[in-house]
């Protein structure tokens, strides 16, 4: 079983910056489509951003406007969501999803096979 595993969370000022680490056990990560999303109080679980195999492509919500930035290191087994000029309307659990032979549903839930067990950001005003 695939466990992919966030870290990185926590509080911080509107403004400021927190950089969210997904790990996973996979053996072939380097096949995975990694995949952020995120979902505040009573909202549904939104597409944040996806990072294909190799790096070979990103995916960002429209809301992340230029702000956030994707990254892999495959030696880690990980993939790294940097957030700048994060702002209070960013407050969420951040989950990292993973498919392992990639996905066309890169913004979607069903698009993703594994999922982390999420960490909280909050933007404080």
């Known amino acids: 079983q695939v466990q992919l595993v966030e870290s990185g969370g926590g509080l911080v000022q509107a403004g400021g910056s927190l950089r969210l680490s997904c790990t996973a056990s996979?053996?072939?990560?380097?096949?995975?489509?990694v995949g952020w999303f995120r979902q505040a109080p009573g909202k549904e679980r939104e597409f944040v951003a996806a990072?294909?195999?190799?790096?070979?492509?990103?995916y960002y919500g429209d809301f992340v406007k230029g702000r956030f930035t994707l990254s892999r290191d495959n030696t880690k087994n990980t993939v790294y969501l940097q957030m700048n000029s994060l702002k209070p309307e960013d407050t969420a659990v951040y989950y990292c999803?993973?498919?392992?032979?990639?996905?066309?549903?890169?913004?979607?839930?069903?698009?993703?096979?594994?999922w982390g067990q999420g960490t909280q950001v909050t933007v404080s005003s």
């Open positions: 999803a993973g498919a392992p032979t990639g996905t066309r549903l890169v913004s979607s839930t069903r698009g993703y096979d594994y």
């Open positions: 996979a053996r072939t990560f380097s096949t995975y489509t």
């Open positions: 990072i294909t195999r190799s790096a070979g492509s990103t």
